[in-house]
Structures are given as structure tokens and as C-alpha cells.
């Protein structure tokens, strides 16, 4: 069945790296998903990798995709306060519709 | 262009009413997507519509749920006859293709 695992929690320093992983089980997923939720928000999109890539950078961004074990993560780069949101991730397995993790909530500690 | 519009964003039922959530889609899009969020939970697909045309409800409650795209008009959610388990918030995401999608500011609906 489709189930898209996350850590629940992660809590870093201002200035410091963030790493949010994920897992998914649908090997035929075409394209893989970070979403940002900020308290009583929508879902704003930040980065889609397609599955035939390794790695994806945008500016602070960095996805990293390991096909063989299914393991998505994102990494924010000087992480800042202003990061602090629930991270989801989201597959979507062929032609379906999009599949989300419980997501990852980020706190960043000033 | 402006994002996914979604009204109201807060909606208040007593048990039994029905609750109409409005999403309009951005501009150029054809594919309309609702989505429910319970509290502490990721979102859980409902349905896709196209067009005056119902794509895939898989997601939606067999009873009470409807949904529908006219050809001119926002999407709307309908939800009859409201119980408290029915409180959530209810995310709209439209798309220009079936990939990726955009998503609206949601409607809380509170049920009393």
C-alpha cells in the first residue's frame, strides 16, 4: 500500500543545517514533493525532483533522492527562524493523486 | 496571477447543516483537488475533478460528500448534514497538468 513515513520532530540551531528525511514506498513514483505549512497556512510548494534524478539544489535547498531505498530528504542550508513550519513530503505514484507524509515539524532555536 | 482562492477561510456548522467550501482555481488551470487535513495529520487526498467532470473521488465519504467543477465558477465541496468528525481543514490545490499542484490557504470548519 502507499505510506509515506517521517520523523515527526526536528529542532535545530539558527545558523545550522537541516536535514528532514522521508521515506515511500511506491517505487513507481514519478515525482517526489517538499511542502512547507506555516502555522494556520496552506501548503506552499518548495521542491519537486523528478525520479530519475540524484539531487536537486535550489539556493538553500538541497534534495537528496536514493531510489534503491526510497529516501527522500531535504536539507535547508543556514537554517533561520523563518523556517520554522511543518515540512511534508509527498509522492505521487503514477497517475494518482499525491500522497503525504504526517509531516516533519521544525522548530529553530535562536 | 493570483494563487488558489479558497472561501470561507473559517466555517462554522452546528451538527446537521450543511457546510459549501468555494475554490477557485488559479488562472489557466483545469485540475481542481480537494484535500482534508485532521489535526496532527498529513493531508489525505478526496477528490480530483476536471471540468464538469468527476476524475477520481476514491478519497471522498461514500455518503454526505459531493464535489463539482462547473464549467464556469469556483469548484465547490459540499458537505450535508455535518457531524463533529467533520471538523478539519479542507485544502483545495489546483494544477495546469497532473503534476504539480498549488495549493489554497484552506477553509477551517469548525462543527458545533
Known amino acids: 500500500g502507499e505510506d509515506v513515513e517521517q520523523s515527526l520532530f526536528l529542532s535545530v540551531r539558527e545558523g545550522d543545517s537541516s536535514v528532514i528525511n522521508c521515506t515511500y514506498t511506491?517505487?513507481?513514483?514519478?515525482?517526489l514533493y517538499w511542502y512547507k505549512q506555516e502555522p494556520g497556512a496552506g501548503l506552499q510548494l518548495l521542491t519537486y525532483?523528478?525520479?530519475?534524478?540524484d539531487m536537486k539544489q535550489d539556493q538553500r535547498l538541497t534534495v537528496l533522492l536514493n531510489k534503491k531505498d526510497k529516501h527522500l530528504s531535504l536539507r535547508i542550508a543556514d537554517t533561520q527562524t523563518g523556517d520554522s513550519a511543518i515540512y511534508f513530503c509527498a509522492e505521487k505514484p503514477g497517475n494518482t493523486p499525491l500522497v503525504f507524509g504526517k509531516g516533519t515539524r521544525l522548530s529553530v532555536i535562536a | 496571477n493570483a494563487g488558489v482562492m479558497q472561501n470561507p477561510r473559517h466555517l462554522v456548522r452546528r451538527r446537521g447543516q450543511e457546510a459549501r467550501l468555494r475554490c477557485s482555481p488559479m488562472?489557466?488551470?483545469?485540475?481542481v483537488y480537494w484535500y482534508r487535513q485532521l489535526p496532527e495529520e498529513g493531508l489525505k487526498f478526496m477528490v480530483y475533478?476536471?471540468?464538469?467532470?468527476?476524475?477520481?473521488e476514491s478519497g471522498m465519504p461514500k455518503e454526505r460528500f459531493s464535489a463539482e467543477f462547473p464549467k464556469e465558477g469556483p469548484s465547490i465541496l459540499r458537505i450535508q448534514q455535518v457531524v463533529r468528525g467533520d471538523s478539519a481543514a479542507y485544502f483545495c490545490?489546483?494544477?495546469?497538468?497532473?503534476?504539480?499542484?498549488?495549493f489554497g490557504p484552506g477553509t477551517r470548519l469548525t462543527v458545533t
Open positions: 525532483i523528478f525520479s530519475n534524478m
Open positions: 475533478l476536471q471540468k464538469e467532470n468527476i476524475i477520481d
Open positions: 511506491d517505487s513507481s513514483s514519478t515525482y
Open positions: 490545490a489546483s494544477s495546469p497538468s497532473s503534476d504539480e499542484q498549488y
Open positions: 488562472k489557466g488551470h483545469s485540475h
